[in-house]
């Protein structure tokens, strides 16, 4: 019987192929053992892939009734409420909420390590008030979040039950954990608590679980976010005509910023995302502001263009003040959110372990580079990996975002052969 990659193959067939699934040699091998291979040989966790296969509709159903409980940012506490419910459920010990706002539980190893925290994130990108009801046609489910990261925390609480129901035991304890403010001006915030204070110094290796699809983050992209503002007298329109206008300038230093030119490799890439100011068309303005998004995994080129765009608001304000005869603006710049880049080497022990997993269980490798609660770990040289959850996805960040769920299944059981697998000593 062949076996391909994407097929609809029951666990029942994986099971009977044993270690034979396994046809390719790679980095982990050589590195010194496959661990996908020799988990996959492993009775108890056979059962508890079978039983990931067998609950995932349990798992779905668990996706969309997290995602219809609004998290916008800074105001995740409800669904934080429903996912610690969730993991007093599932039995986990010692069951809390952190100062910041993630929710941790603990599954005791055999011994004291290797630690590892698994993790999603509990917050969206959208504002209070949103529809976040959920639709579902067939195996598409649609909804504002239903892949960026319900997903992700539909996975953690599936590779829990799959893991208790088998009677899985790992060397390593394992910290389960919904983080806050992953996303937008969240700035990392819950990943950031927790190994500034909560876990700190107790987190040998780390997965979040965030998204869709088949990828592995391994490369962190780091990002600087900053809000500017340029402020003036303000006055009447006609009556103060020749006034420096906040506006003018802002509007100059937008069009200054985007003839800035990037390099492709290392992929460097900036955005003015939001702009406001004035209080009424016959005004003018005594302030306006924007706010800027830079991106890049190397960090000499995100400092090169942060310094770029620094000097497009410099001329910016210069220009607008020489323009004009009247009055004297004046440009304030707030730095609102900061990712550092980061990387795990694709050799290291950890990306081979999720590799080998992965080609384990028949499914596609690719190693990316992404913004994620792992840039945190990363930069501080703790071994740190992002995993899609499986599925396909459409549309994050926006209100028409979809999950097709079909095989789904393989997401959630390589999340748990990662899981068992970084947990070995």
């Not at 996908?36 to 492993?42: E, F, H, V």
């Not at 603006?329 to 022990?349: H, S, Y």
Request: proline content about 5%.
């Amino acid at each position: 019987m062949g076996v391909g990659r994407g097929q609809n193959v029951t666990w029942a067939a994986w099971a009977v192929l044993g270690l034979a699934i396994v046809v390719e040699a790679g980095p982990a091998q050589e590195a010194g053992g496959d661990i996908g291979a020799r988990l996959l040989a492993d009775p108890t966790v056979r059962a508890a892939l079978a039983a990931v296969e067998r609950n995932e509709r349990q798992i779905l159903d668990e996706q969309v009734r997290l995602c219809e409980i609004p998290a916008p940012p800074f105001k995740e506490q409800a669904r934080a409420e429903a996912f610690r419910r969730a993991f007093e459920a599932l039995g986990l010990e010692n069951v809390r909420v952190d100062a910041e706002g993630n929710v941790l539980g603990e599954r005791p190893g055999t011994s004291r390590g290797p630690h590892l925290v698994f993790s999603a994130h509990l917050d969206t990108v959208f504002p209070e008030g949103t529809d976040v009801r959920v639709r579902r046609e067939g195996t598409l489910l649609r909804g504002p979040g239903i892949g960026d990261d319900c997903r992700g925390l539909a996975v953690v609480l599936g590779v829990i039950r799959a893991m208790r129901d088998a009677g899985v035991q790992t060397p390593g304890p394992i910290t389960f954990v919904g983080t806050v403010g992953e996303e937008g001006l969240g700035d990392l915030r819950g990943v950031k608590r927790l190994f500034n204070e909560t876990l700190k110094g107790r987190v040998d290796r780390f997965v979040s679980v965030d998204g869709t699809g088949w990828g592995i983050t391994h490369i962190a992209v780091g990002s600087r976010r900053y809000r500017v503002t340029f402020k003036g007298p303000g006055g009447h329109s006609y009556g103060a005509f020749g006034l420096v206008n906040p506006i003018h300038a802002l509007g100059r230093a937008v069009g200054a910023i985007a003839d800035i030119e990037v390099p492709a490799s290392p992929k460097t890439t900036f955005n003015v995302g939001r702009i406001g100011g004035g209080t009424s068309v016959n005004s003018i303005a005594f302030e306006a502001w924007m706010e800027i998004d830079m991106r890049s995994a190397d960090p000499s080129a995100l400092r090169a263009v942060d310094a770029r765009i620094q000097q497009a608001i410099d001329r910016a304000l210069a220009a607008e003040n020489a323009r004009w005869r009247k009055g004297t603006l004046t440009v304030d710049r707030q730095l609102v959110g900061e990712r550092p880049a980061g990387r795990t080497p694709e050799e290291a022990p950890v990306v081979q372990a999720v590799v080998s997993v992965t080609r384990a269980l028949r499914l596609p490798v690719s190693l990316d580079e992404g913004s994620t609660d792992s840039n945190i770990p990363m930069s501080l040289g703790i071994p740190a990996v992002t995993i899609d959850g499986g599925g396909r996805g459409s549309g994050a960040h926006s209100l028409g975002e979809t999950f097709d769920a079909t095989d789904s299944w393989k997401g959630t059981q390589r999340a748990l052969l990662v899981a068992i697998a970084l947990a070995q000593k």
